[in-house]
Every structure is written in C-alpha cells, then in structure tokens.
C-alpha cells in the first residue's frame, strides 16, 4: 500500500520517534490492546513489525488470536511488549511524560503492571465539558452536570488520532477538537439538530440503549447509569466488578449484564439496586439474550450457560469438547421444531444448538476469527468475519450470500429488509436477502462507526461528526460535528437523539 511503513521500518529509516509523533503511536496501540482484551483475547507477539504507520494513522496488525486461557495468553505480557516497543520507538529515553507510564508496564511483577485499560485512560485526551454556573440549592440535586449547556464557540483543532486493527478484531479512533460546536453541515436543505443536553459520565460510553424514555449506559470506569432521556437527569446510578462491553438487556423486571471478568447482573431498573448476581466461571463474551424466562450468556473458556431470569439460579450448560477460542450466543429464532440457539466462536465456528439439551443441529466454519455475537433475523443468520458479513440460512447454515468490505465490518443492523454495515469511511445499506447493495455513503471516519437507525434515519459517525441519512434512500440530511469521536452506537426515541462519547460525555440532539 502506497504511503504505509511498519513502524520497524520507521527507525530503521529515520531513527526514534519525537515525543508527539510517539505518544500518538502510543496511544494508538493501547487503544487497540484495551479493546482487544476487554473480549477475551490477547495479541501475543506485539512488535514493530506489527504496527502500521499509514496516512491515515498507525494500524495494528499481526494478532495471534489467542485467548486470555490459551497457554502464554497472559495480557500482562501484551503490556510489557507495549512498554518495550514504546521504549524502543522513543530511543531507549522516551519523554518525562511517558516515562513513568512504561516503567509500570515493564515492572518485572505481572501482578503490578498496569491493565491495557489504565493505560489507555493516560493516553487518551479528553475535552473539557462545558458546565453551567451553579443553579439554586433546590435545583442542583436534579439538575445533571452540564444539563442544557449550549455548545461553546468552535476552537482550534487539538491532536488526533486515528486506530485500525487488521484481522477482524474491535477498532476505533479519536479525533479531539474543543469541547463542543455551534453549527452543523446541512443536506437537502435540512434544519440543524439543536442540542438539548449533555452531561459529563465517568468513564467512556461503552453501550447507550434507550427504553421508554429512559437511557441506560455503561462506561469503562464500570458505571451503570439510567437517565431521562429529555432532561439528562440521573435517575439512578450502579456500579460493576468490572467493564460491561456488550449491551444489557432492559426488561420490565430488571436490567441484565453481563461484565468481562464473568459475573452477570441483574438490577432494579427503579433504582438500580442489585437483584442477584451469578459468576459465569469465566470472561463472558458477548451480550446475554433472553430465552424465555432464562438469561444465556458464552464464555471464553467455550461454555454457553443459561440462568433463571427471576432468581439467577444456574439451569443448564452446554458446551462441547473442542477449544474453539470463546462462544457468544445469538438472540433466538423461531425454526419450525422450536427455539434454536445460534453461537459464534472466535476460531471461526458458526453453529446452532437445541436449548437445555445441548443437540447440535448444523454446524459451519467461516474465516477466523469471529469477535462478535451473530445476529438472526427471520430466515436467515448475519455473520461478520472480518472484512466479510456473509449471511447462512437459519435452519442449515448453508451460505446464502456474501458481502466483503474492508477491515473491519461493523456489527449489522437490520431494518425490514435492508441491512446497514459500516467499514472505513464508508455505510453500507445491502439487501437483507441477496446481500445486493442499495446504497453507499462516504463518512469519512478513520475508523468504522457502530450504526443506528432511528425513525427511518440511519446514523452513523465520522471522524469527529455524526451522519444522518434517509435509511431507504441514503440522501443526507445533515452532518453535526462532534467533539471526539462515539464508542456506542446512538440511541433514541425519535424526539431525541443521544450520543455516547471517548470524551466522557452523552449528547442529546433534538433529532
């Protein structure tokens, strides 16, 4: 590829990195090992030769797959590479700055080294939130932090930074510029959405839904927050054992998660005190789904578990003998004799299984690995390996179609009969059935963006803006900046549309 050197080549070339140059690289590569982790998986053989210097910022490349429980899938090992390469690519005498940082993460104790999380949250700038002057002692108790501050004047663009990770494994990017705007870029003579609210959260977003008008997120600092969606006002807030990376699922009853470090959750959603929790044994991968009145969650070590959704009493486990990497569960299809359940491996297995018995009914290998749950919508099973979403048939697994992007395809999203995917710099609206594109429309983002579609509009994000088009014919309608760039796809009601951002902050737009 034209313009792109292994950062091996780099110093080889031009010699040690300058601090600004370094620090980007940096932060770059704890992104990706933070999220690469937070799934269970290790890269294993972190070096020079792996990471991409390109005209659109470092890409990391080169990951072995392997899983935290596979022999020497240690991600304390992850870090020290880090703090070896980063102290290489400095010169062996990298900045003041970065010093104490990589004297950590070379401590000869696994045990006292940071996690790839910690260091990523050093790296990562955040922009400064806007706060109103304080409101009257009667008010403050309701009022959210930043609740209706107006966006500040656009200001000079800080540092950006941009990530890719090659083979199929979770991406990202990061473009900071002041802390908010006052304008948006418009399409067919559109009005601009204006902001109702935003709000400062502890932590970046990593899952945003909304519910009957109330928002439920969750961010790397293990916080779980629901808030009225018009006001921003919290409504409660819990916290995690550890990160929760897939969406909860929202009941009547109760609001479920599953945390990376195993344990599942099941919360008031009134006041989000704790109903009962259970240990999966083991990393849980995925989001759990809903299987009549029991939760099913996968795991790293290859079992699939289902708990009482009432109680969180243990009611029966499958798996199978074969290491396959990790197993996430699918939401359920209805196929003639009864409920199936649909699994996705990190080595590449798609397969489909009776509940409770365990009896499998197909199974089929794609292209390793596979990092997300599979999504089944009527007759047919959507698959991501990759750069490919191929989609199988529900009752046999046979391959129906393919669609290949470019690294790495988003979760899909289907609505009626399209199906909506995003890769770099590009959206995707394909036939939910042949697989035939509709329509294409450039982002511009660095990165794949998760995707939305909201009351006939699918948004997506930019490097640093979010995109709004007409989900059937893709014409634009507008283009909001954003500070930095969304870790969740958005959510709303159709009046309002919230945002979740790596500058610890939710927006509200009046869509």
Known sequence: MPGVRTLGEVLDHDG?????PLREVAAGIADALARVHAI???????????VLITPYGPRVTGFAGRTDADDGGDPSEDVYAFGTLITLAGGGTPSAELSPLLRRCLDPDPGQRPTAVDVDRVLTPRPSILVLPAAPARERADMPQAARAQDPPTGSRLTRRRLLIAGGFAVTAATVTSAGVAFARLGEGRSQPKTRWRRAVEGRVTTLQVFDNVAYCTTTENVVMALGTETGVALWTARTESMVWSEPVVSGTAVFLACVAGQLSALDPGNGERVWQQYAGDQILGAPVMLGSSLVVGTRDDRVLAFDIAQGAHRWEWSESAQRGGVMPAVIGENGGGDLVYLTHTDGTVSAIVPERGEPRWSIHLAAPITRPPHVVRDLVYVVT?????????????????FRGTPDLTAPVVVDDIIYTTDVGTLYALDARTGAERWRRTTGAGVPSPVAVVDGIAYAGGTDELHAFDRATGRRRWTHPLSTYLTAAAAGTGEVLLLGTAGSELVALES
Not at 16 to 20: E, F, M, N, S, W
Not at 40 to 50: E, N, S, T
């Open 16 to 20: 040690p990195l300058a601090d600004g």
């Open 40 to 50: 269970g998986l290790v890269h294993g053989r972190l070096g020079p030769d792996q």
């Open 386 to 402: 990759g750069f490919t979403l191929v989609a199988l048939n529900i009752a046999t697994g046979e391959i129906v179609w393919r």
